[in-house]
T-cell receptor
Framework: KQEVTQIPAALSVPEGENLVLNCSFT??????LQWFRQDPGKGLTSLLL?????REQTSGRLNASLDKSSGRSTLYIAASQPGDSATYLC?????????FGAGTTVTVRA | GAGVSQTPSNKVTEKGKYVELRCDPI?????LYWYRQSLGQGPEFLIY????????DSGLPNDRFFAVRPEGSVSTLKIQRTERGDSAVYLC?????????????FGPGTRLTVL
């Protein structure tokens, strides 16, 4: 069974600092890995999807890396802003089901 | 085009009542998924439809939970005799085809509160 872990559970940084969010998974036989953002009381917004053949995926200030062999992915958010405050979740497919981590809750202080 | 939509956005009910939660997937998506997210946790898989049939309902917690997708589009998650422990956010997702290679797109969720 795929287990997904996200560390740390919470993170507080001053505005402008770069964010580094970690995701680890136990079964490296994955098709892809997806990062989501969730605002309080809201649904999931897809940020980035990295295919298993890729090592990195970038979108604006966001960059996600994937190391399948070590079972790790890292989401980097450059020059953080208060609007980046949210919970960030990673997920990997287990056949068709997504297995999620519990998320990292980020607070960016103005 | 429109994304996945879910109604209602919030539902408050009393213990023992019956509730229905609706999901409208992205048009043309054949696969539909239901997940449940408890406070402070990641979403957990409930059930998956390929077309009209439930291909995998192994995540449903007990027989009070049931879901249908009669015409292969809209799906309804039904919960009988609700309990306080059913309080959670219920998320629906759809993908063009089934299988882990296909990206799942999520709706805004229904927040269910059982008093």
């Amino acid at each position: 069974k795929q287990e997904v872990t996200q560390i740390p559970a919470a993170l507080s940084v001053p505005e402008g600092e770069n964010l580094v969010l970690n995701c680890s998974f136990t079964d490296s036989a994955i098709y892809n890995l997806q990062w989501f953002r969730q605002d309080p009381g809201k649904g999931l917004t897809s940020l980035l999807l990295i295919q298993s053949s890729q090592r990195e995926q970038t979108s604006g200030r966001l960059n996600a890396s994937l190391d399948k062999s070590s079972g790790r992915s890292t989401l980097y958010i450059a020059a953080s802003q208060p609007g980046d405050s949210a919970t960030y979740l990673c997920a990997v497919p287990n056949d068709y089901k997504l297995s999620f981590g519990a998320g990292t809750t980020v607070t960016v202080r103005a | 085009g429109a994304g996945v939509s879910q109604t209602p956005s919030n539902k408050v009910t009393e213990k023992g009542k019956y509730v229905e939660l609706r999901c409208d997937p992205i048009s043309g998506h054949t696969a539909l998924y239901w997940y449940r997210q408890s406070l402070g946790q990641g979403p957990e898989f409930l059930i998956y439809f390929q077309g009209t049939g439930a291909a995998d309902d192994s995540g449903l917690p007990n027989d009070r939970f049931f879901a249908v997708r009669p015409e292969g589009s809209v799906s309804t998650l039904k919960i009988q005799r609700t309990e306080r422990g059913d309080s959670a956010v219920y998320l629906c997702a759809s993908s063009l085809l089934a299988g882990g290679i296909n990206e799942q797109f999520f709706g805004p969720g229904t927040r269910l509160t059982v008093l």
